[in-house]
Structures are given as structure tokens and as C-alpha cells.
């Protein structure tokens, strides 16, 4: 089946760094990435959505040039939190859709990853 | 515009009862995908079920059961005979046919009691 690897699965930082999280698809080829972030005890909320080799689609009130994007091959995409400040803290989720083959896999999330930022 | 309810935001019951989560989507589309997933406390999402608009067969799996009515619009899961490790927190997901975004309810938080 379609796995989905999230990197790191938890960081912490100090204000004003940069955090790189990675979501790489194992066996299939992701031809789209969605980034998503959830705060404590609420639902999952889109950030961006990137297809390989083209910028990011971010959605409304997302700031790109904070969450930069990127999605340069079919089997890795980055999620990078610019100059971090403790709002930014919360549990990002990365997603993968593609195929491998004549197979199609949907949605495969990843494991997550915790943000903290002190 | 898609949207997902789950107006249920917690539901607490005694180990071996069952219990039904509600969800109620709306799309202008008559092509689209239903989804539950099942998030527990380490975070990461399960998938447990995939459904299409045009498939309004009930499914079972096991302990698990999943109600589709397009007439109410609604995908209900029901959990038979409820054990401590389904607590968790459960969402409903909605996309439509030729757009990938997939919407979530708020979920919800599901505690069995033992």
C-alpha cells in the first residue's frame, strides 16, 4: 500500500528560525501534495496545495511567503516555517495523492509533525 | 462550496455500548467522495472508509458500519460493541469530482469508557 514518511515527527525552535519539515512518498509517485495544519482539539485545516515542478496554491489567509513550498520531485515535498514565532506552533500534516503503475492511491497522509515554538 | 458537519464535538459511552457519529456534507456536485479517518492520540490519520456519490450501499466492517443517505446527505459511522482503543478523535471528510481538496468536519472526540 501507499505510504506517506513525515519528517521530523516532532521539533522544537526558537523564535525568529526557520523549521523544514519533509513529506516524502515511499512507494508511489506523488504528482500532488496538500500541506495541512491543525490546531489542539481542531479539525484539520488547508494550508497549500502543490503539484510536482509548479508553485503552491496556497488558500486564503495563508501567508506564502511564511510556509514556503516545495514540491521539486514526485516523491518529496518541503514545508518550511520561515522566521517561526509561537503562533506558529501546531501539528502540521502532509498528504500525498498519486500512483504507481496503473495505481491510483488517494489520500495518504502522513504521520505528522509537532511544532513548538519557544 | 463544500462543506462538512459533525455537530457532535464529544461523545463519551461505556466500553461495549455502541455509538453512532453523525456527519452532514453539502456539494452542489453529483460526483464525490466521502471519507472517515480516525485520528488517536498520537496524531497521525487513519483512513477507514472511501465512499462515492454513487454508492449508497451500506458498508460493514467488522465492528464498524458506515450509513450513506443521499437523501439527508448524510454518512453516519456507527461503532458496534465499543472498546477503549476506539477512543479517538473521528473525522468526515468530503471532496468533490475534479477538485482534489479534501474538506474535514470538526470532528469527534470519542472517549470509551472502561
Given at each position: 500500500g501507499a505510504v506517506v514518511s513525515q519528517h521530523p515527527s516532532w521539533v522544537i525552535c526558537k523564535s525568529g528560525t526557520s523549521v523544514k519539515i519533509e513529506c516524502r512518498s515511499l512507494d508511489f509517485q506523488a504528482t500532488t501534495m496538500f500541506w495541512y495544519r491543525q490546531f489542539p482539539k481542531q479539525s484539520l485545516m488547508l494550508m497549500a496545495t502543490s503539484n510536482e515542478g509548479s508553485k503552491a496554491t496556497y488558500e486564503q489567509g495563508v501567508e506564502k511567503d511564511k510556509f514556503l513550498i516545495n514540491h521539486?520531485?514526485?516523491t518529496l515535498s518541503t514545508l518550511t516555517v520561515t522566521?517561526?514565532?509561537?503562533?506558529?506552533s501546531s501539528f502540521y500534516i502532509c498528504s500525498a495523492r498519486g500512483g504507481q503503475g496503473a495505481v491510483f492511491y488517494g489520500y495518504t497522509f502522513g504521520s505528522g509533525t509537532r511544532l513548538t515554538v519557544v | 462550496a463544500q462543506k462538512v458537519t459533525q455537530a457532535q464535538t464529544e461523545i463519551s459511552v461505556v466500553e461495549k455500548e455502541d455509538v453512532t457519529l453523525d456527519c452532514v456534507y453539502e456539494t452542489r456536485d453529483t460526483t464525490y467522495y466521502l471519507f472517515w479517518y480516525k485520528q488517536p492520540p498520537s496524531g497521525e490519520l487513519v483512513f477507514l472508509i472511501r465512499r462515492n456519490s454513487f454508492d449508497e450501499q451500506n458498508e460493514i466492517s467488522g465492528r464498524y458500519s458506515w450509513n450513506f443517505q443521499k437523501s439527508t446527505s448524510s454518512f453516519n459511522f456507527t461503532i458496534t460493541a465499543s472498546q477503549v482503543v476506539d477512543s479517538a478523535v473521528y473525522f468526515c471528510a468530503l471532496s468533490e469530482f475534479g477538485n482534489e481538496k479534501l474538506t474535514f468536519g470538526t470532528g469527534t472526540r470519542l472517549t470509551i469508557i472502561p
Open positions: 521539486a520531485s514526485l522566521s517561526a514565532h509561537p503562533e506558529d | -
